[in-house]
């Protein structure tokens, strides 16, 4: 496998010996200081190109870059289409995996006036990318909730519940899973993220599908998360169910109290009795 330091000559290199690359910057964990390092960590590279098109015409170029598993090259996003960025997905054969990204020179002054806090240059051949900060996650703290934010939240778990309660009630497993695994979890793992994110003030982030919470939470809240994904099984869904809600009712009102806000204990106690009375069949 190649090392960290073989893939940024390599990246750079490419760069340094190609008159129509002109600048080079790094975006994601590997200039994220705060980044837990592993040989996963993709290398997301943008190179400020011109002439974009010859890159496009000749399709072999990005061999160079080493033996692939596989190559996506996605449909370009609106944003995308209307700055003429291409971008190559590669995931090689030694676990490497290269996002590149060109973007044409011209449109670099505006593309840098946004950039992510998560960027850091790499190299500028003609000096036309302004001074950035240090990079750092700073763009993707858990944003502190209003008390509408946090209202609505409460609002959105308990009021989606019930269409889990409706799926399995008609038998229909993939429509209750795709609930608790769509709307349902969404706004768990968003309240979860602001339990966490109080201790910090506000000033950390929990990562892609809050995947920090198993290093940021306490063990039993930990387990009890782990304890709401279910099978494709009535009865896992049902206890999947009641695991969450009271994982919820737990976090929000602890949330509630430490950021000063009400939580609506009538809202809840109602869908539970509503939630009761289908499992039941007493409808």
């Not at 750079?12 to 996963?40: C, F, H, Q, Y």
Request: aromatic letters at 10%.
């Amino acid at each position: 496998m190649r090392t960290e330091s073989e893939m940024m000559e390599l990246i750079l290199s490419t760069a340094r010996e190609d008159e129509r690359i002109r600048a080079v910057w790094m975006n994601g964990s590997r200039v994220n200081p705060n980044a837990k390092r592993d040989i996963m960590q993709d290398y997301d590279v943008v190179y400020v190109v011109k002439d974009i098109n010859s890159f496009q015409q000749e399709v072999n170029w990005v061999d160079r870059f080493g033996e692939r598993v596989i190559m996506q090259i996605p449909n370009p996003s609106p944003w995308q289409v209307e700055n003429n960025v291409v971008t190559y997905l590669m995931q090689f054969k030694d676990v490497n995996r290269i996002d590149l990204h060109l973007v044409p020179v011209e449109k670099v002054t505006d593309m840098m006036k946004t950039a992510e806090s998560l960027t850091e240059v790499l190299l500028d051949k003609d000096g036309v990318i302004p001074k950035l900060p240090p990079a750092s996650d700073r763009d993707y703290y858990v944003s502190r909730p209003s008390v509408s934010d946090f209202n609505h939240t409460c609002n959105e778990f308990w009021w989606v519940m019930p269409y889990v309660a409706k799926g399995l009630w008609r038998g229909e497993v993939l429509y209750a899973k795709g609930i608790l695994e769509g709307p349902l979890r969404n706004a768990l793992m968003q309240m979860l993220d602001w339990s966490v994110a109080i201790d910090y003030d506000f000033k950390i982030s929990t990562g892609k599908f809050s995947k920090e919470l198993h290093a940021l939470l306490d063990q039993t809240t930990w387990n009890r998360l782990l304890d709401t994904f279910p099978t494709a099984h009535k009865n896992s869904i049902w206890q999947a169910l009641e695991i969450m809600g009271d994982l919820f009712h737990d976090v929000a009102k602890t949330c509630a109290q430490r950021l000063g806000f009400n939580y609506n204990e009538e809202e809840e106690q109602s869908v539970r009795q509503y939630m009761k009375r289908v499992k039941n069949n007493e409808i």
